[in-house]
Protein backbone atom coordinates (compact mmCIF):
# COMPACT_ATOMS: atom_id res chain seq x y z
CA UNK A 1 0.00 0.00 0.00
CA UNK A 2 2.78 2.39 0.62
CA UNK A 3 4.66 1.79 -2.62
CA UNK A 4 1.32 2.54 -3.88
CA UNK A 5 0.92 6.37 -2.71
CA UNK A 6 4.62 6.70 -3.00
CA UNK A 7 4.28 5.49 -6.71
CA UNK A 8 1.39 8.41 -7.34
CA UNK A 9 2.77 11.17 -5.13
CA UNK A 10 5.97 10.73 -7.77
CA UNK A 11 3.63 10.77 -10.33
CA UNK A 12 0.82 13.53 -10.42
CA UNK A 13 -0.29 12.87 -13.51
CA UNK A 14 -1.87 9.66 -12.21
CA UNK A 15 -3.51 11.38 -8.97
CA UNK A 16 -5.29 14.11 -10.57
CA UNK A 17 -7.85 11.85 -12.12
CA UNK A 18 -8.01 10.20 -8.96
CA UNK A 19 -8.33 12.97 -6.94
CA UNK A 20 -11.31 14.04 -9.11
CA UNK A 21 -12.67 10.82 -9.18
CA UNK A 22 -13.05 10.72 -5.29
CA UNK A 23 -13.95 14.74 -5.24
CA UNK A 24 -16.80 13.81 -7.50
CA UNK A 25 -18.57 10.66 -5.27
CA UNK A 26 -18.19 12.83 -2.34
CA UNK A 27 -20.24 15.74 -3.60
CA UNK A 28 -22.80 13.30 -5.06
CA UNK A 29 -22.82 11.67 -1.86
CA UNK A 30 -23.44 15.09 -0.15
CA UNK A 31 -25.84 16.20 -2.91
CA UNK A 32 -28.02 13.24 -1.66
CA UNK A 33 -27.99 13.93 2.06
CA UNK A 34 -28.74 17.49 1.41
CA UNK A 35 -31.66 16.60 -0.99
CA UNK A 36 -32.82 14.07 1.68
CA UNK A 37 -32.54 16.95 4.40
CA UNK A 38 -34.68 19.32 2.26
CA UNK A 39 -36.99 16.41 1.73
CA UNK A 40 -37.55 15.58 5.51
CA UNK A 41 -37.68 19.44 6.71
CA UNK A 42 -40.62 20.18 4.05
CA UNK A 43 -42.09 17.05 5.32
CA UNK A 44 -41.97 18.11 9.09
CA UNK A 45 -42.91 21.99 8.10
CA UNK A 46 -46.11 20.17 6.24
CA UNK A 47 -46.93 18.12 9.03
CA UNK A 48 -46.91 21.05 11.27
CA UNK A 49 -49.42 22.91 9.55
CA UNK A 50 -51.94 19.86 8.76
CA UNK A 51 -51.80 18.83 12.61
CA UNK A 52 -52.25 22.67 13.14
CA UNK A 53 -55.28 23.21 10.58
CA UNK A 54 -57.17 20.57 11.81
CA UNK A 55 -56.47 21.06 15.49
CA UNK A 56 -55.42 17.46 16.71
CA UNK A 57 -53.68 19.24 19.29
CA UNK A 58 -49.75 20.55 18.86
CA UNK A 59 -49.35 23.97 20.48
CA UNK A 60 -46.93 26.14 17.64
CA UNK A 61 -45.91 28.91 20.45
CA UNK A 62 -44.53 25.70 22.71
CA UNK A 63 -42.33 24.82 19.70
CA UNK A 64 -38.46 26.39 19.88
CA UNK A 65 -38.06 29.03 17.26
CA UNK A 66 -41.96 29.50 16.08
CA UNK A 67 -43.52 32.56 16.39
CA UNK A 68 -47.07 33.09 15.04
Do not use: C, H, Q, W
Not at 39 to 48: E, S, T
Not at 50 to 56: I, K, N, P, R, S
Amino acid sequence: MTGVIEYLLANPIFLVPILLLAATMIFAILKRLLKVAAVLAIAGVLYVVLVDYFGVGVDLSSLPGVSL
